[in-house]
């Protein structure tokens, strides 16, 4: 999609079926089956189309292809410069960037866990896990939602670690909640064009994941989403009792970070872009000759140089004018400040104004002044439904470990997922506090650490500490003790021999 056709973007639609698998049916309750799966895929496919094409269209908006290129000028058409300030990409940068600007840690609950969480970390860390964070934030941040697949690693893959994480295309990806209270997921797919073509009218394969069942159809020659059941060309049972697909929605509303704004956005690009028309419209003006006589003068000449002449009048002054109106560049500048503004406070981003900053502001009031703070507010909501999401991931490792003898012996709620963005933000201020603390002798060094925030594993830092001062108070004292006292110089005798105290010549 290359502009908007009147869709007004307030976030994806959560897809839901009556359906359940078998292991959670009832009393009339609709199973998931195989002959079911096309009834809830014809059930749910206009919504899921309609999130498509939303996501499409945000991520080509995100790109810089955006509405301002697509406008139509009627007044003077040859004047009509179309710039994209492209403020979507600056907002998913900042905000992802901060947010997620340094790996998301796994730290252990309990000292037990230690070292089988250490071990998880270096597993998902060989996996390449912190680049896959970065993909699931951008996409959530763009297009509102995101998809991570976990899976056992496949025949002629296999590496050191037993399981894959891989970053999911939301267009092609969706999750199937069920209607009944709390909307747990019981269905994910994702598809793909198995011999893509130009046009996408090729065959198509629909990956099909449910807690009892793993699925594969293919269709060719029929719209997008039409499943019949003789298009099943594979079924297996899911060894995980899990979906492994897990949707990481941005917010509830599984809105993205800029789409809230993205009017302001349009009217920013518009009045840049009028901006520059102005000023090429004052330069390319056209010179108006009034009581000229040019008759003589090729009409050529006077187009191609912009000008027009009327002819002469008796007893009129001659003059020559621009026809030229151009915009009040204060009202403009204004305007533009203010669509700035607004647009920076809707989406949570600090402001770029340092007007009013003087130059003994450092540290939390530079911070505080220019509105950093909102983009902390942004971080914390989107922790949130990141860990949700984060702790069903946790659970499908666990689980492909068990299955592959692999197991670690520890459960989710063993580990914490830590966020280390700002551990070493006002590092100064943070150490006299933690100072203050450890002298009230109330807290110990872990509550101290994790109260003012320098470390995502404040007992393992109080370990190593501890340790390493009682080792140094050991060889303290082993160099105390061994410390010898020098020995004092022996006063000199005195000298009863008379020879020796008299005079001598030392010439």
């Known amino acids: 999609m290359s502009v908007n056709d009147g869709t007004v973007y307030l976030g994806r639609k959560k897809l839901l079926t009556d359906y359940v698998p078998h292991s ?37 908006y995100y790109k810089g292809n955006q509405d301002i290129l697509y406008r139509v000028k009627t007044i003077r058409p040859d004047i009509d410069n179309k710039v994209v300030f492209n403020h979507a990409m ?69 590496d050191e670690v037993p399981f894959s994480i891989v970053t999911l295309d939301p267009r092609n990806t969706f999750v199937v909640y069920s209607s009944q209270v709390g909307n747990p997921p019981v269905l994910a797919c994702t598809y793909y064009e198995i011999e893509p073509t130009v046009f996408g009218i090729g065959k198509f394969a629909y990956l099909v994941y449910t807690r009892d069942k793993i699925y594969r159809y293919e269709a060719s020659g029929v ?30 509303w599984r809105m ?25 419209g004052a330069v390319s003006s056209i010179l108006v000759g009034i009581n000229i006589d040019l008759t003589d003068t090729k009409q050529e000449a006077f187009k191609a140089r912009n000008i027009i002449s009327y002819g002469s009048m008796k007893d009129a002054p ?40 003087s130059g003994g502001d450092t540290g939390d009031a530079v911070y505080l002044r220019n509105g950093y703070e909102r983009l902390e507010v942004i971080a914390r909501m989107k922790e949130t439904f990141f860990k949700r999401s984060e702790r069903a991931t946790l659970r499908l490792i666990l689980k492909i470990l068990e299955i592959e003898k692999q197991g670690l012996g520890i459960t989710v709620r063993d580990i ?10 006002n590092l100064s201020a943070k150490a006299s506090a933690l100072s203050v603390l450890q002298a009230t002798k109330i807290l110990t060094p872990t509550d101290s650490l994790e109260a003012v925030g320098i470390t995502t594993e404040p007992d393992e830092l109080a370990r190593k500490g501890e340790e390493y001062w009682k080792a140094h108070d050991e060889e303290v004292a082993k160099m105390e003790q061994t410390k010898t006292v020098a020995p004092t110089a022996e006063k000199p005798k005195a000298v009863n021999d008379p020879a020796m105290k008299q005079k001598v010549d030392r010439k």
């Open 24 to 60: 959670m049916v009832q009393d009339g309750s609709l199973e998931i089956s195989v002959d079911t799966i096309p009834t809830i895929m014809k059930n749910i496919w206009a919504l899921q189309m309609s999130n498509r094409s939303q996501i499409s269209y945000l991520m080509e």
């Open 256 to 280: 993205g970070d800029w789409e809230m704004a993205k009017t302001l956005l349009d009217a920013i690009n518009l009045v840049g872009s009028d901006c520059i028309n102005d000023l090429e």
């Open 318 to 357: 001659a003059d020559l004018k621009y026809l030229a109106n151009p915009a009040n560049p204060e009202s403009m500048e204004a305007l533009r400040t203010y669509l700035l503004e607004q647009m920076r406070i809707i989406v949570g981003m600090p402001t770029q104004d340092t007007g009013s900053s």
């Open 416 to 425: 914490t997922v830590k966020f280390s963005r700002s551990m070493t933000d």
């Open 90 to 158: 600056s907002i998913t940068r900042d905000i992802v960037g901060y947010t997620f600007g340094k790996p998301i840690c796994y730290v252990h609950r309990k000292e037990g866990a230690r070292e089988a969480v250490k071990e998880l970390s270096e597993m998902v860390e060989a996996e390449d896990k912190f680049t896959s964070d970065q993909e699931i934030a951008q996409y959530a941040s763009i297009c509102g939602t995101a998809f991570r697949g976990i899976f056992a690693d496949i025949y002629g893959v296999e």
């Open 223 to 252: 719209g997008l989403g039409v499943l019949e059941p003789s298009m099943i060309k594979d079924e297996q049972d899911n060894p995980m009792g899990l979906i492994p697909i897990i949707e990481y929605p941005n917010n509830m």
